[in-house]
């Protein structure tokens, strides 16, 4: 089952191209990292492949009617925005909107979707309280838990772990690995390449306007692409405990 | 309905039924309601169904139409100082209604004044449809609102600076104030279709409000269609504003301070305070026009100068609270 799919996708703002020929698929079940240095246009990607601004070539989601996109992926943008002082769980009760058609109100299966977002982000203490007071990280926590109740098969999200304590950052990917167990795929771009090997199941590079490596993270990593694309030197190894990156220096 | 609904309800309905039974005629609450109900076509029947009642309803009319269309605004730019004449509609109706009182259009017809509030209101949506319609963004809606604002003050000021002699001048200057003192069943017929039309359009935009809470991104991916919703914002607060400018001259500080005090016993949501703020507005706006019938009879007190001078301190107030709060 594909969930995404883009062919010959490109994208050109203020005259200057950005992405061309850009061509790939993400099925069910994949955890898919997006990785590739700042100003590669991970964001525009994202954003483009949604349908939020304008693109030539196709996108399986930007094709799609907005009320039926609203249930086919979750998007959670890098600005976490909450603009009100709500609490918790009307938050993450936005993430059913698209389920739900105008003036009906949550259904039990609705009110499970939710319980169940607030209790995968470790959020069922907080779900009382008043989003905008909590801090930046369990503000980023309370955004996840919104998309997660959205149950679409694909997640999408801008460096949902940007900002986020170790222990959070590691659950959050653990979370989105689980949903890929089951089935779901998840298209995250990251920064922390360590995080990225560890539990992406597929990672796409992109540089300069185009994808430069697409694949495994073990089959797809080697000294050369990373100082190309990043500019950095860097150990990694296959361990008992899992596929270790850690950067080292920048390339000279 | 919940508890809220239910007290800003009945507070309406006990100021809407003060509304009638007071007045500079001495007519005693019990025969107020019976000369509105019986109408035994003597002096109190006249007094309370000709002067008394037009009146009340504009007051709830109004308010209810300026508080709804306040908390849309503010939702839609995310913003507790956004206020329905924010887009400048406000003032190209002031602007028509200036011209008809100079021209003394207004002086040959009741209705010639509202008429022409009217057209003024209509150049100003189109203006602002123009700069800010369906492919704008929230910042260029702000902007057209500030630039039709200040070109409509521009020429308002022009028309009084020209103004022949200074009764004109006098007459225009009470009229920007606001007021709903002698208007007429006239003046409700003008102003009801136009309030409805506006709060009903208002009134589908709760979801998209709600969704806005998660930025225009967010919510535009949730399957929100932002440029429709921006059309219907417009659409909705002009046709509100354009309708009570119409009748009652400008009347400020309902659509900006009613959404902000209730906002937190809606636990912010912006939808639920869609309907909060309509009736808390027109509780406002009815208690407000009691104060200028009750503090000062002889002396024509007018309703905007009221609300002004109610709304600015309690504004004070709040953005105190707001910032012990650290919000």
Redesign the interface.
Known sequence: MTVLSLSGFGVTLRGRPILRDIAFDIGGGELVGLIGPNGAGKTTLMRAALGLIGSVGHSSLAALAPAQRGRAVAWLPQAREIAWPVDVQTVVSLGRMPHMSTGQRMTGADRDAVDSALEQMGLTELRQRTATRLSGGEQARVLIARTLAQETPLLMADEPIAGLDPAHQISTMETFAELARKGRSVFVSLHDLGLAVRHCTRLIVIDRGGVVADGPPRALLSPDLIRKTFGITAWFQDTPEGLVFQPLEVAT | MTRLGLILSLLVLALFGAALVVGPASIGPVDSIVALIGGDGGASTLVVREIRLPRAILAALIGAGLGMAGAAMQGYL?NPLADPGLIGISGASALGAVIALQTGLAVQSGIGLPLAALTGALIGVLLVLALAGPRGSSLTLILAGIAISALAGALTSLVLNLSPNPFAANEIVFWMMGSLADRSMAHVWIAFPLILAGTVMLA?LT?GL??????E??A??????LNRMRMILILGTATVVAGSTAVAGAIGFIGLVVPHIL??LV????GRLLWASALGGAAMLLASDLAVRILLPARDLKLGVVTALVGAPLFLHLIHRTRREG?
Do not use: C, F, I, K
């Open positions: 995310r589908t979801r709600d969704a806005l809470t998660l930025g991104d967010a535009e991916a949730m399957g929100l269609r906002r937190p636990g912010a949501r912006p919000l």
